[in-house]
């Protein structure tokens, strides 16, 4: 607001207060230099992934294979480790576009199960970009699964304790089997495939 003088005189009306827009545009390059300063403080940095053979070879079969490690639970990343499938099939251009798409199961499929299927539909697009499948954790070779009472047979007193022991005869915690875990899982393969 500018008073007689023609100076800001926004202080003055609030007695000594900075303006909002003063407080929004300090809290945001605060955020920005934590947020900045913090990047790298999340845990180790992933290692590279190197790629081999995907157990065929040739020229119908150009794809490349790793086992990505990453922590079972983010909120220890020097923890327990588990290891998650990484399928990639190379762009067929001699001058490949530099971002890769990422193929995403959905409903708790497998993406590694799903490759043969995403490479024929998503054929016109590798001719430009490299397809990329990372396994999510809870999925293919890190699915555990137990038997249940079918659904509609019997009631909570009969379904709670095989609940109970169906958790207690799983090797890893399902708690972290999280859409959260498993955006920090794709993001670790991103990283690590450069």
């Given at each position: 607001?500018?008073?007689?003088?023609?100076?800001?005189?926004?202080?003055?009306?609030?007695?000594?207060?900075?303006?909002?827009?003063?407080?929004?545009?300090?809290?945001?390059?605060?955020?920005?230099?934590?947020?900045v300063g913090l990047a790298g403080c999340s845990g180790p940095r992933t290692p590279r992934l190197?790629?081999?053979?995907?157990?065929?070879?040739?020229?119908?079969?150009?794809?490349?294979?790793?086992?990505?490690?990453?922590?079972?639970?983010?909120?220890?990343?020097?923890?327990?480790?588990?290891?998650?499938?990484?399928?990639?099939?190379?762009?067929?251009?001699?001058?490949?576009?530099?971002?890769?798409?990422?193929?995403?199961?959905?409903?708790?499929?497998?993406?590694?199960?799903?490759?043969?299927?995403?490479?024929?539909?998503?054929?016109?697009?590798?001719?430009?970009?490299?397809?990329?499948?990372?396994?999510?954790?809870?999925?293919?070779?890190?699915?555990?699964?137990?038997?249940?009472?079918?659904?509609?047979?019997?009631?909570?007193?009969?379904?709670?304790?095989?609940?109970?022991?169906?958790?207690?005869?799983?090797?890893?915690?399902?708690?972290?089997?999280?859409?959260?875990?498993?955006?920090?899982?794709?993001?670790?393969?991103?990283?690590?495939?450069?």
């Amino acid at each position: 607001m500018r008073g007689r003088s023609g100076t800001d005189n926004s202080q003055d009306r609030h007695r000594g207060r900075p303006s909002a827009q003063r407080v929004v545009a300090a809290t945001a390059a605060a955020l920005a230099v934590l947020g900045v300063g913090l990047a790298g403080c999340s845990g180790p940095r992933t290692p590279r992934l190197d790629l081999g053979s995907c157990g065929v070879d040739g020229p119908d079969h150009p794809e490349r294979c790793a086992v990505l490690q990453v922590p079972v639970d983010w909120a220890d990343p020097h923890g327990l480790r588990m290891g998650l499938q990484v399928l990639v099939v190379p762009a067929r251009s001699d001058d490949p576009a530099p971002d890769p798409l990422f193929y995403l199961a959905g409903f708790g499929s497998s993406a590694i199960g799903d490759a043969e299927w995403a490479y024929r539909t998503f054929a016109p697009l590798e001719d430009r970009h490299d397809l990329v499948f990372v396994e999510q954790r809870g999925t293919g070779a890190t699915a555990e699964t137990c038997s249940l009472p079918p659904e509609g047979d019997g009631d909570l007193a009969t379904i709670a304790p095989a609940v109970t022991q169906c958790l207690a005869s799983l090797e890893r915690d399902p708690r972290h089997d999280t859409t959260a875990a498993a955006v920090r899982d794709l993001d670790a393969a991103r990283e690590a495939l450069g």
